[in-house]
Nanobody, 123 residues
Framework: QVQLVESGGGLVQAGGSLRLSCAAS????????MGWFRQTPGKEREFVAA????????YYKDSVKGRFTISRDNAKNTLYLQMNSLEPEDTAVYYC????????????????WGQGTQVTVSS
């Protein structure tokens, strides 16, 4: 089992920045691909970013490329999402996830999920 706890969400004005963190505990963080997803009321959860465990390849949703950066510190068992130039459309609950399947842009690739952290971007 891997337990995931997100933090760092909040209210920010458009154009501002936030850094989300996801602390992992339980089984070793290593060996798991990690991802960030987000969801707004009435909509399906969508992929935001992912990073593989070994080489650290990164993947991004097109609309966040150049604005968001995913990273991980395996020694600290922590995943990060640096979000810059935030837009009102980025408002959502953000979830981190851990899994070992290769289809890292899909929710089905992940077995463990955090409880989510709210990000609200005001215009």
């Amino acid at each position: 089992q891997v337990q995931l706890v997100e933090s760092g969400g909040g209210l920010v004005q458009a154009g501002g920045s936030l850094r989300l963190s996801c602390a992992a505990s339980g089984r070793t963080f290593n060996g798991y691909n990690m991802g960030w997803f987000r969801q707004t009321p009435g909509k399906e959860r969508e992929f935001v970013a992912a990073i593989t465990w070994s080489v650290g390849y990164t993947y991004y949703k097109d609309s966040v490329k150049g604005r968001f950066t995913i990273s991980r510190d395996n020694a600290k068992n922590t995943l990060y999402l640096q979000m810059n130039s935030l837009e009102p459309e980025d408002t959502a609950v953000y979830y981190c996830a851990a899994g070992q399947r290769v289809t890292v842009t899909r929710g089905s690739a992940y077995d463990y999920w955090g409880q989510g952290t709210q990000v609200t971007v005001s215009s």
